[in-house]
């Protein structure tokens, strides 16, 4: 695997705390929470015949990332936050992953844009991407941070495993600054190469259809089933790459957001 992105996590993670010299105030837990791309929904219908769902008998490779991102402290000049991620996959009844950070950051108005850049071009490549870069602002960096060591959490899994299920947290709507469209188009074609099914998953969702909260259509059907939406259309530059699905997986209240893959066939 590629890991010069979580080298440099590392190093810029010690070489922005060498150079913190206050002391900390106002410690606090927040959880950053990334949130989902505003899209316009006005065609958006829901088709009330369920999709039923049959367990498949075959063995296959479950895989799933996540990340997540708090700010730890303030200082006069900053944040301090920590980083994480991790992969996580089920094969032969045997649980594994892989678990990066947490890393550490003080970040202050000063560095955020090297700190942003060098992780950057430590994932990209290309002349086209570094001419383009642009700093968030302090109160973005840690979000657009973890979303970074995300799409690469993504990419490593989309590369080393083979005809398997990926799971995404959240959905395959690109065209965002953390989520560039050729990034995730990237991301779904090597999948594909090896065999790959990506499924992203969402509990919030602001999707709606006759006004209602996609999640919130309730039907006198057993669990697990699909919806299937039609006619959703976003405003430029997001694209949506996945066919977007509501999924009743379970008895109870909870719904989720499905994007699947909209390259892949249905009978897949």
């Known amino acids: 695997m590629d890991t010069l992105l979580p080298q440099q996590f590392t190093q810029l993670s010690l070489h922005s705390l060498a150079h913190t010299q206050e002391r900390l105030i106002q410690l606090n837990q927040h959880v950053f929470q990334q949130i989902e791309a505003d899209e316009h929904l006005e065609t958006l219908k829901i088709k009330l015949q369920p999709i039923l769902l049959k367990a498949k008998h075959?063995?296959?490779?479950?895989?799933?990332?996540d990340t997540s991102t708090m700010k730890i402290a303030e200082t006069s000049r900053g944040i301090v936050i920590a980083v994480r991620g991790a992969n996580v996959w089920k094969q032969r009844e045997?649980?594994?992953?892989?678990?990066l950070g947490p890393f550490?950051?003080?970040i202050t108005e000063e560095n955020k844009k090297d700190v942003f850049n060098t992780l950057e071009r430590s994932y990209f490549n290309s002349v086209h991407e570094r001419n383009h870069l642009s700093a968030p602002t302090l109160l973005q960096m840690p979000t657009r941070i973890a979303s970074l060591l995300e799409r690469w959490l993504q990419?490593?899994?989309t590369k080393t495993?083979?005809?398997g299920l990926?799971?995404?947290?959240?959905?395959?709507?690109s065209g965002t600054v953390d989520t560039p469209t050729h990034r995730m188009k990237e991301i779904l074609e090597t999948g594909r190469t090896r065999g790959n099914t990506v499924l992203a998953?969402?509990?919030?969702t602001n999707l709606r259809a006759n006004g209602c909260l996609i999640t919130d259509f309730a039907l006198g059907h057993n669990p697990p089933y699909l919806l299937e939406t039609t006619g959703l259309r976003t405003k430029p530059p997001m694209v949506t790459l996945g066919d977007v699905y509501v999924a009743k997986l379970s008895k109870g209240n909870c719904a989720f957001r499905l994007d699947i893959d909209c390259a892949?066939?249905?009978?897949s």
């Not at 075959?58 to 990332?65: H, L, R, Y």
């Not at 990926?166 to 709507?173: H, Q």
């Not at 998953?201 to 919030?204: E, G, N, P, V």
Request: charged share 15%; net charge positive.
């Open 104 to 106: 550490i950051f003080h």
């Open 58 to 65: 075959k063995e296959t490779i479950v895989a799933a990332v």
């Open 94 to 99: 045997n649980y594994r992953y892989t678990r």
């Open 155 to 157: 990419a490593m899994l």
């Open 161 to 163: 495993v083979t005809n």
């Open 166 to 173: 990926i799971l995404f947290d959240g959905s395959l709507t």
């Open 264 to 267: 892949i066939s249905s009978n």
């Open 201 to 204: 998953f969402s509990k919030m």
